[in-house]
């Protein structure tokens, strides 16, 4: 939907034969049907997508083929075409004009009823523009009243649907219509149009943690709605409604259901001291505000707006204890340079009411494209008609930018927050390739040139989150806070502070519902979205200032601040905040007591049963949490239940024609995850016994997979890791995540998912670190000298390694290695409480060590040497069972 027009509609779209030319081989491929034009969409990738606007089309009738018109054949004449996407590459459009004639066929409707759906849409383009406008209203709400929500998708066969109502969804300069539906259990939305892959979203109660009031267009008629896991805003979906009232009784609705379990309030006077006592960063803080302020990922219009903080992007070296290295931040950008200023009230001065300072603002759809054009290259071909912007105007140079914003009078924007997040270097590097032009002075756009003092893109991120946080930043951002969220930011205190922008960036200065003319309407609604929009004002008195860390510690040790039931109170960071660990303290007490029990004697346990349940080496072994059933794979392509009370086996059933690599069992034990050398991953029913779904995965074996909540992580030979979401059936069948960075197979992996972090093991000896929420690799290591064995993360996020170079590693949470042993064998799996280890070795030997004191602390024996392969543990650490290289089953448990 990028390639659409400004405020055109996408309507369907048919199954079309194209006829280049008479001895041409005929291409396939989809007609789209929209309001401003048709869009040819071939099947082949290397062929351009061609877009056909009515305007410039002259004749759409039956194709005439030696004087006789052929069945479900159609001509489009027209004076131009617009060539977009060839071999899917973001590109600047290819403008074709002359006399064009392109023919067609129909594969599946007829040619008269779809000449009457386009010669509909035809005949309103070419008539005046505010017919057409309203004109195309009439059909979106006809559409929209012979549509219903198709009630066969519900999840569940006991949900009730509650209330049906139409919406807009809204996502970065896309505004698709459809249904949203709420019922007892979920919310779903069906679009109007088939345009998107699935027919049908759907958000699960169980899954929602906020739902907020937002404003679009300068209205408060959007409402967002946040899941579990998110990142920066952007596992959020936005909906826009036809007024506030029907805003507030979906609101309403869905906010008072009795399964929204996880739904988080936030209280702005809590926040705003922990703010100020320090235990929550600046970034945190910041992310908050533009929350409160209804700035959103999702509109561009309204994107989250972070502060210039650094005057110094020359020096070889940064200094973060100069004042001189830093911005005034008690001063909106345009009143930084008293010379710009000067002509600014000058010509305010002169201007007649409404009068402003600034005709552009600091915060546009364009200013935010500026900067990530890299990574978003085809928003910026949107909002650029086709094209990208000139050479010499993109975002080149970083120091030049900030030269720009303290000089040119036509530019004042501020940065974005992706300037302060580790795992978002990559918008300033141009990693696609882009052909972004060359500029004046003959170099090629490529990577965003950096400040002298920065190493590298992610050395620049990190300097710069650690100038955010810096002490001077810390004392004086509450000024900041001020222009773009407080008392100077409107009024008066905005006149004082020079901080005015034009009226129609403000809320409550324009009334779009009381203006009928829809020509006058479109035309604000545009010239809205293209100033940019003012934040909603949060403050209306001076922002109080952070504390000094002499007066937090003397605030917090005579006042209890923190309560255990405020979890998160904010919807982007990527940092874990002193108070998040203050909250987990309590937790953390409780958890001491129950673990201590079996592994404080794990050193002690002795061989109690062996058993042979498979004919070759067993992959995956998986204990149930009260100990009593035994799950586990093989290479002889099966999965087996075995009942250790009773010594005997439950099921045997055969899951695949090739090897089973590894078995991931769900926190309630109903599903058994399976991964497999035919590429599969498979869902075994524990509670049907049978396998109920099947996705492939993977273009080569999966090789290790990790299963937490609804989340299961994967790896494979053909060097991916990847993230599915799961299903009560099963799992999705598109990934959420997928890491391409491994250069070698993907041998083990473990996930942290409170930190959103995956860790995989490759072939060569290396460790990814990958960000779930960014999909991003954030770090790799060369931890090891050959293949990594095993990788598996402690409660506090530490990191323990085996290596088929024989040795156990230990990283601490900022990946630096705390502990590091030869052990003389290759150790292939583990289990950990975090204080103490059990690894299985080669030799068949149980090893167990102690992570505070570094030492070995016992060696079990099996009284076999098959090599163990797997093992598991039950919940209080009484029982371990391990499988081996030969198929045999070892049952472990504690003496007395």
């Known amino acids: 939907m990028f390639l659409l027009a400004e405020e055109e509609y996408y309507f369907s779209d048919e199954s079309v034969v194209f006829y280049p030319k008479e001895d041409s081989r005929p291409i396939k491929g989809r007609l789209k049907i929209c309001s401003q034009s048709l869009f040819f969409d071939p099947h082949e990738e290397r062929l351009p997508v061609v877009r056909y606007a009515f305007q410039d089309i002259s004749v759409i009738e039956p194709w005439k083929n030696n004087a006789a018109i052929n069945e479900n054949y ?51 383009s070419k008539g005046p523009r505010w017919i057409a406008i309203d004109k195309i209203k009439e059909i979106v709400e006809e559409k929209e009243a012979s549509t219903s929500f198709d009630t066969s998708w519900l999840e569940y066969l006991d949900e009730r649907p509650l209330k049906e109502q139409n919406c807009v969804r809204v996502t ?19 679009p109007l149009n088939n345009i998107t892959a699935n027919p049908v979203e759907k958000f699960p109660f169980s899954k929602i943690t906020r739902v907020i009031k937002r404003r679009h267009t300068l209205r408060h008629i959007g409402l967002e709605i946040f899941l579990e896991d998110d990142y920066q805003n952007r596992h959020s979906a936005f909906f826009a409604f036809r007024s506030e009232t029907i805003r507030d009784s979906v609101f309403t609705l869905l906010t008072n259901q009795p399964g929204m379990t996880k739904l988080q309030h936030e209280n702005q006077s809590q926040t705003l001291l922990k703010w100020r006592c320090g235990l929550i960063s600046n970034f945190d803080y910041l992310m908050y505000l533009n929350s409160l302020a209804d700035r959103t990922f999702n509109d561009l219009t309204q994107y989250p707006v972070f502060p210039w ?37 000058k010509r305010y001065e002169e201007m007649e009411s409404p009068k402003f300072l600034y005709g552009t603002h600091y915060s546009t759809p364009g200013y935010v494209l500026y900067y990530l054009v890299r990574v978003a290259p085809e928003y910026m ?106 008392d100077k930011q409107r009024g008066s205190n905005a006149l004082k502070a020079n901080n005015v922008f034009h009226p129609l960036t403000y809320e409550g200065e324009i009334d779009l519902d009381s203006i009928k003319d829809p020509i ?5 609604i545009v010239q809205i979205n293209e100033f940019g929009q003012t934040p909603k004002q949060i403050f209306t008195t001076p922002h109080p200032k952070k504390f000094t860390p002499e007066e937090a510690q003397k605030y917090l040790s005579s006042k209890t601040l923190l309560s255990k039931s405020n979890s998160s109170i904010v919807e982007g960071g990527d940092s874990v905040s002193k108070e998040s660990l203050m909250f987990r303290a ?270 070995e602390t016992g060696q079990i024996p099996s009284g076999q040497t098959s090599p163990i392969t797997c093992i598991s543990v039950d919940a209080d650490a009484n029982l371990v069972v391990t499988g081996t290289e030969e198929g045999g089953t070892m049952v472990y448990g504690l003496p007395g």
């Open 74 to 124: 159609f001509m489009i004449r027209t004076s131009k075409i617009t060539q977009m996407r060839a071999n899917m590459l973001n590109e600047p459009y290819k403008i074709e004009e002359g006399d064009i004639l392109h023919r067609f066929s129909l594969n599946w409707i007829s040619l008269t009823e779809f000449l009457s759906r386009v010669m509909r849409l035809y005949n309103i």
């Open 381 to 486: 071909l949107r909002l650029q008609n086709g094209k990208f912007d000139a050479p010499d105007r993109l975002f080149t140079n970083i120091s030049s930018t900030w030269e720009s914003v303290c000089t040119n009078s036509g530019d004042l924007k501020e940065l974005i927050p992706e300037f302060f997040l580790p795992n978002c270097a990559n918008f300033l590097l141009n990693s696609d390739d882009l052909r972004l032009g060359r500029k004046q002075d003959g170099t090629w756009v490529g990577d965003v040139t950096l400040p002298p003092w920065a190493k590298s893109h992610s050395d620049f991120i990190e300097m710069h989150r650690k100038a955010l946080e810096s002490d001077y930043v810390s004392n004086h951002l509450h000024h900041w806070i001020d222009l773009i969220f407080g």
């Open 172 to 190: 970065p300069l896309v505004h698709n219509p459809g249904r949203l539906m709420i019922t007892t259990k979920l919310v779903y939305f069906q």
């Open 586 to 855: 309590n937790d953390f007490l409780s958890f001491e007591s129950s673990r201590s029990s079996g592994w404080s004697r794990i050193n002690t346990l002795k061989l109690t049963s062996a058993f042979k349940p498979h004919r070759s080496k067993v992959s995956g072994i998986s204990l149930s949490q009260d100990g009593k059933i035994i799950y586990s794979v093989s290479h002889d392509s099966s999965l087996k239940l075995y009942d250790i009370s009773n010594n005997r086996q439950l099921r045997s059933t055969k899951i695949s024609n090739l090897a089973l690599s590894s078995l991931s069992l769900s926190k309630i034990e109903k599903m058994a995850f399976v991964g497999s050398w035919d590429n599969n991953i498979y869902t075994y029913s524990t509670e049907y016994n049978r396998v109920v779904d099947t996705t492939y995965a993977h273009d080569d074996a999966v090789s290790s997979m990790i299963n937490d909540d609804d989340l299961l992580v994967t790896g494979s030979w053909d060097s991916t890791v990847k993230v599915w979401k799961v299903r009560p059936s099963g799992v999705e069948k598109v990934p959420l995540a997928d890491f391409v960075d491994h250069e070698a197979e993907v041998k083990c992996l473990d996930m942290n998912k409170e930190r959103n972090l995956v860790a995989s093991g490759g072939l060569d000896g290396k460790i990814h670190f990958s960000d779930i929420r960014s999909g991003s690799t954030v770090r790799q290591i060369q931890l090891h000298n050959k293949e990594v064995t095993c990788v598996k993360y402690t409660e506090d996020g530490r990191l323990i390694t085996t290596g088929a170079d024989n040795t156990l590693k230990l990283l601490d949470p900022q990946g630096i290695d705390s502990f590091n042993v030869d052990l003389g064998e290759t150790f292939r799996c583990l289990v950990t409480n975090g204080d103490n280890l059990l690894l299985g070795g080669d030799r068949g030997l149980l090893r167990a060590f102690n992570l505070h004191s570094n030492q």
């Open 309 to 345: 903080i650094l005057a110094d992007y020359k020096s070889n070296q940064l200094d973060l204890n100069n004042t001189a290295s830093f911005r005034d931040l008690s001063k909106p950008v345009g009143a930084l340079n008293p010379q710009r200023l000067a002509f600014f009230r």
């Open 520 to 524: 006058e309407r479109d035309a604000l």
